[in-house]
């Protein structure tokens, strides 16, 4: 409607400007006739005093009629002066303010051809649009035609004017300023013909899942079958929108990641690269951005059981994918059915008799449930779905696989060929090759410039032909009896002098974390520790009112109580905190080896804290300069905290809260940052403006820059709500990405086809772990709309490890993982035994012998000289281990 009188008022006022200046020509016309005449001494024509007023009105003026009285000039000049001067720009002024009005954000699209589109609405900022397009454009969809229409209430800025008029996006992108609550401007994306409907998050968290839910209620209003996807701040609102698609919800996400990172540092690079497609360069300079690149090319795929995998063992299936294609088999999707009773009521018979109610049971399908690193021993069955980390496709990548294919064929890997042509297992494995080839074609050759010169086969070769072989025979096995041949005979890759000595080293690297603090035996204190974890969940008043509590008339016992109230006295929160708040009497340079949090706001830190606190989590010894287990928590905020907020984190042991600024040297010497082993910086989500733009990350940032001046030994994570900010945070005599070119700019266009978002995702504070952002939900949100249960894949990987769903109860949050998924995860050094073999070597063992699936690895700086560790998801299975590197690790049982 508004768009039609827009029309209407530009029409009306150009035909009102065409009369007025028409008829300023027509009166000055008649008058001029009479006033003048022809340089031949005829009257002038009517005719001839208008074409002469046109052309003089307009300055051309050909000299064929000319003024030769002295009223006639003066008539002209005045003529000139009125019209020329201010009547005619006058009214093309005001005629151009109405065109300016008719903008093209304000047209409709409900007469337009557009078909199948998708439409993202909300308040869009130029970061997460960018995000979303780099995601839903990915080569791996396979959607690069399908239009995405904009629908935000403000009109675009001038990044996003310039990235609808960039060549690859501007036939595909329609940006329309409306807001979704109102029909009209829903009616004028076409609702009918869309897709699906994508609701983005606003700025500001704390009013966020309001603005999605109404929208999401306004979608649904108009098409009640059309799928919407939208993200949640908070679960409490889940039930308010139970027909959201694709919700991750950001708080418990927020702290799940920061939690996980403390436990395993790095963890939230390892889940934004297997959530994220990268577009990653085909060729770099170093060493160590080759691999970390062949790492964060990796994605999650969830694909149908094979027909010729059914029927087989897990473990063998898990090693003959890793070592056949590099794709590593992490979980599966199990179907799940169940019983409804249907009651009917009584029939008449013919007769005339009732039936009385009849009870029918009748099998409903539900959608399958997902299970992270499942029972090694499990079966796989043809309804079952696999759940891969793969290679992620890439078009230019696979070209480039090919030229090198054809460039060299290995002689023996031919005869092998030709040799088994005929043979029904190497017919087995061709299908396997074909399955895995839709995935991806893995080749770290591609990313660095040198390729080194086909090789002899290695163990791992010889280790992937007996994985085949077996799997090739398994069909005419029994498949128990197979499966002891197969791990009998997979252990002939690997040459050990003494099996044992694996055992024993790979068992002091996941209980000593840290060899130079750790000590031989559990000392009376660590004894303590293990019962106040094991029996009263970490709380250690409650432990101490009930050792207090104790009575006895046995001299012995009395020794052995009055000795643990002095242990616990000693070591226990109640020598560093008093119920969780600050003592006086202590110094802060006094503390080694505890945790330090500063923070600009409270919102989301309680959560984080209970999951810290977890049994699990407090048991894993993290830092090494303090012998006390449970690592302190000091809290550095501006404020005292709220009594509500303090009243669900006051029982947790070991938190102290100081008031103070990390600007102010006093404060940051009290709270003993100069001593802390890990110091985390976060960031306040919950109050940043669209309008703010960089600056949300003010108080982060310079938090950061005060903290590395006195402490740069500390493991420092900064939570980033504007994810460009991290090139603050880089050394500028580092340079970006491996190149001679330092961070380009924010809108820099890939020469190719499309804008590429800076690749702040190499930057080395990044590939360490040490930035934490939230960029990935909007791959995430992207990716539910092409597979609906990856969402399921990324609940259990974010809040289902460790088990931080416990933590939910106590604030009333909904626990939406699996809960017959028990999983947990660590960092464990590499075994010496393995220090100089493949990466594929300490897999096949950690899976076979210890059930442990490894994910990657945590690679430091020394073995290529990078400037920070790195995480290095799903190496290929050739990668060399190094004494220095950890592994990523999963197991059904606390490790």
Known sequence: ???????IEVTKYTFKAFIVVFSFILVLAGFYMNIEINPNGNPLQFHET???????LATVGYGDIYPSTALGQITITLALTIGAGVLIPYHISKLMEKLQQDSPFLRNLSSSSITGHVILCGDISISHLLDFLAEFYHERYGKLKKELVILSPKAPDDRIKSLLLHPFYKNRLIYLQGSPLFEQDLQRTKLSKAEAVFVSLPSAWDSSDTDSILCSYAVKSQIKSLKVFSHLVSSKNRNKSPFLKGSIYIE?????????????????ILFSNLFTSRTIPNMVSEKWLSEYFYGSNHSIYIVKTPEFLVGENLTDVILSMYFGNGTLLIGLMLPQTAVVNNISGPALTSSGTYIPHLKQQKKVILPPKFVLNPCKNTTLTEDMQLVLISHTVNLSTKQVSAEHTINFVDPNRKRYQEFNEDNPISTFLKNVNQFFSRLAVPDLELLINEVDTPKKETKDQVMNE????????????NSNNSSMNFRKDSMQGINISNPHSIDENLDQSIMEFNKDHEEDEYTSKELIKALCLSEYNGDWIALLSDISSQKTTNPKTEEILERIRLIIDKHSLMTFTTHGKFGKGKKGSSMKGHMLIICKSLKGLDLFLHHLRLPYISSIKTNTMAKSGVQPIVVLYQDEPDESWFATVKTLPLIAFIKGSSSNNVDLDKCGAKHAETIIITSDPYNSSKEQG??????????YVDVIKINKNAKITVELVHEPNIRFLEDKKIQACGSNKRFHNYLQANQEKTFLKPEFFSAPHYASGNVSTFTVLDSLLCQSHNNEYIRDVAHELAFGVNGLSQSYPTFGLSSFVNNDSKCFSRLVGVPAIFHGKTYGEL??????????????????KEPMNSPAPYVFTCPHPTTKLYETDQA????NSPI
């Open 466 to 477: 007996s994985l085949k072989t077996f799997i090739g025979s398994n069909k005419s096995k």
């Open 1 to 7: 409607i508004l768009t039609l009188n827009l029309i």
């Open 50 to 56: 208008i074409y002469f007023l046109v052309i003089t």
């Open 252 to 268: 418990e996400f927020r702290c799940a990641m920061l939690a996980q990172s403390v436990v395993c540092p790095g963890y939230n």
């Open 843 to 860: 897999l096949k063992y950690f899976l076979q012998q210890k059930n442990l699936l490894v994910l990657g690895l945590y690679r430091s």
């Open 888 to 891: 990523y690790v999963l197991s």
């Open 694 to 703: 960089n600056l949300e990350d003010s108080f982060t940032l310079m938090s």
